[in-house]
């Protein structure tokens, strides 16, 4: 079970989203989420850069109809955490 | 402790802040169900697959029809549950099979536990001569799943309204 903690991190808007789409799935590919989250693709990269950084977004390079495309995953580390932000925030509201 | 964690409050945000993020949550999460929600189509058939398994199950004696109809919906109700996984990841998305949250594993013990408890209702109660009940659980089971499907197709609770 995850412990109840802030993550400056993750509650920057942008990345509280990438993390709550990768939370509801195993994997996305990297263009679906940026159609979700309407942005562009280097402000994408930016915010999962830092992500990965931190150890909490997984990247994996693959090829779609022999196209390159990436694929990310939340690590381990990443659901904890990102769970723990949410009952962060609620734990606030309440 | 990792810089960028703190317990509680320390991160200095007001609660109409939290409560924003919150809802930015249910707003992005609502977004994944409905692009993860198969077409109604796709929706009628695992309903009705899931149903037809339960009524066979419950009408089964020894080698009769119902045993065919058993294997025939339980294939058919896993070929559906293959489709649906490829489709999604054409789509882009690998959808996850387990639950990652409290509330995703709660809602999918207590689903599990009343889909369960309907086909063992149903078999027992058609044994005991209530044929009736073969009818309705079927048609409870097949309603319950299609509902499931439709209302949360990641297998997360998610709050109901939240997608703009």
């Known amino acids: ?94 | 402790m990792e810089p960028n964690k703190t317990t509680e409050n320390n991160g200095n945000i007001s609660a109409a802040e939290a409560k924003a993020s919150l809802e930015s949550l249910n707003r992005i999460n609502a977004s994944v169900a409905k692009t993860l929600r198969p077409p109604i189509w796709f929706i009628v058939l695992m309903g009705g697959s899931f149903g037809l398994m339960t009524f066979s199950y419950s009408a089964m004696r020894h080698e009769n029809v119902w045993a065919l109809g058993l294997i025939g919906s339980f294939i058919a109700f896993v070929i559906l549950v293959a489709f649906l996984l490829y489709r999604n990841r054409l789509l882009g998305i690998k959808m996850r099979l387990g639950p990652t949250s409290n509330s995703g594993m709660i809602l999918q013990i207590c689903q599990a536990a009343v889909f369960g408890l309907a086909l063992i209702f149903a078999r027992e109660l058609s044994l005991m001569g209530y044929q009736w009940a073969a009818y309705a659980l079927a048609s409870f089971n097949a309603l319950l799943m299609a509902g499931m499907l439709y209302l949360f197709p990641t297998g997360e609770w998610i709050e109901q309204g939240g997608a703009s």
Not at chain 1, 27 to 53: C, N, T, Y
Request: proline share 2%; net charge positive.
């Open chain 1, 1 to 94: 079970m995850s412990k109840s903690e802030f993550d400056h991190l993750i509650h920057a808007p942008n990345r509280l989203q990438i993390c709550a789409f990768l939370s509801a799935t195993d994997q996305v590919e990297f263009q679906i989420l940026r159609q979700h989250l309407e942005v562009s693709d280097s402000v994408l990269s930016k915010h999962v850069k830092a992500l990965e950084d931190a150890g909490y977004v997984k990247s994996k390079k693959r090829t779609k109809l022999g196209r390159p495309c990436t694929w990310l995953e939340l690590s381990k580390s990443g659901t904890q955490a990102f769970n723990g932000h949410v009952k962060a925030l609620k734990a606030i509201v309440d």
